[in-house]
Antibody
Framework: QVQLVQSGAEVKKPGASVRVSCKASGDSFTTYAIHWVRQAPGQSLEWMGW????????TYSQKFQGRITITRDTSASTAYMELSSLRSEDTAMYYCALIDLWGQGTMVTVSS | DTVMTQTPLSLSVTPGQPASISCKSS???????????LYWYLQKPGQSPQILIYEASSRFSGVPDRFSGSGSGTDFTLKISRVEAEDVGVYYCMQGIHLPRTFGQGTKVEIK
């Protein structure tokens, strides 16, 4: 049974960067397309980008281009999402997801 | 971007009664392989989203058969034949063919 386990909650100041990790269990990591989706409090879901865990190829939403970097470490079966130049509007729950399975979410709070 | 429009935005249902949610996309989700790449997710209170339906009408493993999806192209529907108390939460549709991936606004289902 595949599981996606994310890193813990973060509190950051405006202008800082945050990196969230997503560790996949099982032995099929390189077959995964791992998406990153965020959800601001009380809002809908917003797709940020994805990575092919096998090739490392990434695609980002234009909205986050220049601020987001998604990487993966195949030896650790872990994907990472880094978001820079944080502002208060980036306060949200951040999820990694396969098309049929989501991580538990990582709350990122941006506050001075 | 592909706009996903869900209706209604909220639904109050008596247990045992049916419920229906519509999702319309601003672009066709029909692939040349004949499949429409439309997904339905349920986000229960305090939880991550969980998949219900993939490719418009295929029920994911373990999902009760009271859930069904239909539609093709731009118009899709999720039906719950007999709502149960455990079905409360917010239902989202997501298109999986155009970049960026986009979600509907969500439909909040509560029990009367």
């Amino acid at each position: 049974q595949v599981q996606l386990v994310q890193s813990g909650a973060e509190v950051k100041k405006p202008g800082a960067s945050v990196r969230v990790s997503c560790k996949a269990s099982g032995d099929s990591f390189t077959t995964y397309a791992i998406h990153w989706v965020r959800q601001a409090p009380g809002q809908s879901l917003e797709w940020m980008g994805w990575i092919s865990a096998g090739s490392g190829k990434t695609t980002y939403s234009q909205k986050f281009q220049g601020r987001i970097t998604i990487t993966r470490d195949t030896s650790a079966s872990t994907a990472y999402m880094e978001l820079s130049s944080l502002r208060s509007e980036d306060t949200a729950m951040y999820y990694c997801a396969l098309i049929d399975l989501w991580g538990q979410g990582t709350m990122v709070t941006v506050s001075s | 971007d592909t706009v996903m429009t869900q209706t209604p935005l909220s639904l109050s249902v008596t247990p045992g009664q049916p419920a229906s949610i519509s999702c319309k996309s601003s672009q066709s989700l029909l692939h040349s392989d004949g499949k429409s790449y439309l997904y339905w997710y349920l986000q229960k209170p305090g939880q991550s989203p969980q998949i219900l339906i993939y490719e418009a009408s295929s029920r994911f493993s373990g999902v009760p058969d009271r859930f069904s999806g239909s539609g093709s192209g731009t118009d899709f529907t999720l039906k719950i034949s007999r709502v149960e108390a455990e079905d409360v939460g917010v239902y989202y549709c997501m298109q999986g063919i155009h970049l960026p991936r986009t979600f509907g606004q969500g439909t909040k289902v509560e029990i009367k």
